[in-house]
């Protein structure tokens, strides 16, 4: 896995919240998806980590977003967490996976992946997070992915035309979402695999080192935890 991502691990994240806007609108629901590499050397997706989130104070919930995801953060029931709780829950797995493969950092993977790393940078923020194992800024989108590959950007249609399950009401469960979404990652990687291997031989037998190229970033390793 170290050697397919440039060092980084993808790492599939969903959030769900009370509006469109990461600095003022709760943060209710997140999940994270590890990946791994499977015998036959293909992404395959790995373990599931869900934890719903109390709304932070101060913060904006739109009913027209509750309608949607079908959350009601004040529940009895609900088994809600502090932001810095169940990011700290969730990092810790991410780090514990980043040091298992052999990775140097995590990168975000998401459907309109900037939306989801919008928040998730936020709730950082608030809660004082000093060691996020996420590149704070790079990102894969699957939606983007999802276009080059099959013509749509949609999650439920690019399922659909890529052969995958789809289940509507199941769907803004971030468990759920994040599940899809790695499925849809590891389909579109593992159909372009045969490219990135003729890639890598290509500059082997040009004996091309990449990290070489001059105007290339530094790497940024995850801080130690």
Known sequence: MAGRFRGFLPVVIDVE????????????EVAAVLLEIGPDENLRRAATHRYHVQPFTGSNIEQASLEV???????????????????????????HAVSATGCKRAIL???N??????????????????????HPFSCFDTATLAGVAFGQT?????????????????AHSAAYDA????????????QFKPI???TVRRLAALNIDLSQIEGAP????????
């Open 179 to 190: 599940e899809r979404t790695a499925d849809l990652f590891c389909l579109i990687c593992n």
């Open 109 to 111: 993977v998401g459907h």
């Open 69 to 95: 995801i079908g959350i009601d953060p004040h529940h009895p029931l609900r088994p809600a967490i502090p932001e810095k709780d169940a990011l700290q829950r969730i990092f810790r797995e991410i780090r």
């Open 17 to 28: 919240t009370g509006g469109f806007n990461s600095a003022r609108d709760a943060l209710l």
């Open 113 to 134: 992946a900037f939306f989801d790393l919008s928040f998730i940078n936020a709730a950082i923020a608030r809660a004082d997070v000093k060691r996020s194992p996420l």
């Open 154 to 170: 949609v999650l439920s249609r690019a399922l659909v035309a890529a052969g995958l399950e789809w289940d509507a009401a199941s």
């Open 196 to 198: 990135y291997d003729l």
């Open 218 to 225: 530094p790497f940024e390793a995850t801080p130690a935890e």
